[in-house]
């Protein structure tokens, strides 16, 4: 057992645009945990290994097998997502699992049962939920109680990335590449479930995978509200509107702002300065591995928000409402964070 104040070795597999965040996160900027290697096939791997002065491994198994690895963060296309996790799981080696966390419920049950048959720690790494805007919403939904209905949008540029319309790579389009971040900012948010969904998608620019979902969504507490989520216009924005019986509480995490809304009052609200939402993600997961807090997202959230953006997909191919829960009751409600 490793002592708690020592600093955990991690690999980083998929050292893309993403990953590479990870990589100098973990060389750079968290105490007690240490980049030890890192995973990508391409030549640029190699290169940001020397920048780093870790190892590279082209093949991930060999990243999974090094001794010199104690714990792995994985940031990949979820298609790849089950199988990188059952090697992890076998090697028993603790996961930190970008989002999505897999492109099925079938595939993220089989994730969790793995690490759960191993007892093997698994984070999710639903990042949005350290966004401080976010927070602020959380903090501030009490003032505007009881909540009656919400507004969310989450509008990105064009993908420029082809795997991303590409469905042996990418699974699925926006439904789980960007409202995936929304479904579980709106459980952290307001921590009430989403019972069932009416969506419909689209392809505006992209060919195979929707690039625009707009879905209405109900939650178990019977508060309905909608969700749109998009690559289709040159804007980034990423704002969250409650509205209850104390008046209307709103933010966007994009343009860091926030406000609350009484009649024509308008009070702007400080959501504190911005950061980096990986370092308090990689922060919390170290005191997790430490024993000292719980798991900061578990793979509990992380299914939820599967079963979500799952019950999208399923609403725009028959054109009704879908549950998210079609076979039993919802869960308990949204883990506090």
């Known amino acids: 057992m490793q002592d708690a104040e020592q600093t955990w070795r991690v690999g980083v597999i998929g050292a893309g645009k993403h990953g590479s965040r990870y990589a100098r996160h973990l060389a750079q900027d968290v105490n007690g945990l240490g980049l030890a290697a890192i995973s990508r096939r391409s030549e640029q791997g190699r290169l940001l290994a020397e920048t780093l002065s870790c190892r590279w491994h082209a093949d991930w198994r060999q990243l ?134 009416l969506a419909r998608t689209r392809c505006v620019h992209s060919t195979l995978l929707e690039d625009h979902l707009l879905a209405l969504v109900e939650m178990d507490n019977g508060v309905i509200g909608s969700v749109d989520c998009s690559k289709i216009g040159a804007a980034r924005t990423g704002r969250f509107e409650f509205i209850g019986n104390g008046g209307q509480l709103q933010g966007d995490q994009v343009h860091h702002v926030g406000e609350l809304i009484r009649g024509q009052q308008r009070t702007p609200l400080d959501p504190g300065e911005p950061v980096s939402t990986l370092v308090p993600l990689l922060e919390d997961w170290r005191d997790f591995l430490r024993g000292r807090q719980a798991n900061p997202i578990s793979p509990q959230e992380g299914l939820a928000t599967v079963r979500v953006c799952e019950a999208c997909l399923r609403s725009a191919a028959t054109g009704g409402w879908e549950a998210v829960y079609p076979h039993r009751e919802p869960p308990c409600k949204a883990a506090p964070g």
Request: overall charge neutral; aromatic content about 6%.
């Open 64 to 197: 999974v097998a090094d001794p010199g690895v104690e714990c792995v963060v994985a940031a990949l296309p979820p298609v790849l997502n089950l199988e990188v996790a059952l090697a992890c799981a076998h090697a028993g080696k603790p996961l930190l699992l970008e989002k999505p966390m897999a492109v099925s419920v079938r595939e993220a049950e089989q994730i969790r049962d793995a690490f759960d048959a191993h007892k093997v720690t698994l984070t999710i790494g639903q990042t949005l939920r350290y966004n401080r805007v976010i927070r602020m919403l959380r903090r501030q939904l009490a003032d505007i109680a009881p909540l009656a209905s919400f507004t969310v949008n989450q509008r990105l540029e064009p993908a420029t990335l082809s795997w991303l319309d590409d469905p042996s790579s990418a699974g699925a389009g926006v439904s789980f590449h960007s409202a995936v971040h929304v479904f579980d900012a709106l459980r952290f948010i307001t921590g009430h479930e989403i019972v069932r969904v």
